[in-house]
């Protein structure tokens, strides 16, 4: 096999996802479709890698330097929702139902991985809560124990300010069976279960 075709190898199987027998059988299925795939395929993460920037407000991924979301004045100036990386956020633009601004943290607190509140967004956070018109900032943060130690943090740091500080709910998923769930999903369901009617 050519130096270059390894290369290539080594380099997809570190992507998520792909280890490296899938990342070998992506780089043969590119090859035997070179033209058609492969030689845009490059072009267009080119392309990508060369314009697309974090924006300076939020930290989503755009080719300015505000995103489309940040720039659009239909959306609820009033409310931001912290996520952990640009992940989280695409995936509650796909659900539709949320309409404010946010921000992208950069990850979670992590005394293992080396992560403290340094390396992550929060100064700038601080920042765009404290202004006038902030009423809500929703802690859109995994259910794990970084997820809710950097919450814990983040409630910390923004007590002072005059914003009401909330959570996404935790529990069963819509069509879970209680069955199939695991044990910290369950207790969670149980501690915010709410009153019906």
């Not at 924006?55 to 989503?60: Q, S, V, Y």
Request: proline share 3%; charged share 25%.
């Amino acid at each position: 096999m050519d130096n270059a075709v390894e290369n290539l190898i080594r380099k997809m199987a570190r992507i998520p996802g792909l280890g490296p027998r899938s990342a070998r059988r992506a780089v043969l299925f590119l090859l035997r479709n070179r033209e058609q795939l492969m030689v845009p395929l490059a072009r267009e993460m080119d392309d990508v890698a060369t314009r697309i920037r974090a924006c300076a407000d939020c930290g989503n991924l755009d080719t300015g330097d505000v995103c489309k979301i940040c720039n659009d004045a239909r959306r609820d100036r009033s409310t931001i929702c912290i996520v952990e990386d640009v992940g989280s956020l695409w995936a509650i633009e796909r659900a539709g139902v949320f309409r404010g601004l946010y921000h992208v943290l950069g990850g979670t607190l992590s005394a293992i991985d080396g992560r403290g509140p340094d390396k992550l967004h929060i100064d700038r956070l601080v920042k765009r809560a404290g202004h006038s018109n902030m009423a809500e900032v929703i802690l859109a943060l995994s259910a794990t124990v970084d997820g809710q130690t950097t919450a814990h943090y983040i409630q910390e740091r923004l007590a002072g300010l005059p914003v009401e500080i909330t959570r996404l709910a935790h529990g069963v998923p819509v069509g879970g069976e209680l069955d199939y769930l695991d044990d910290g999903t369950l207790a969670q369901a149980l501690k915010a279960r709410g009153k019906l009617g």
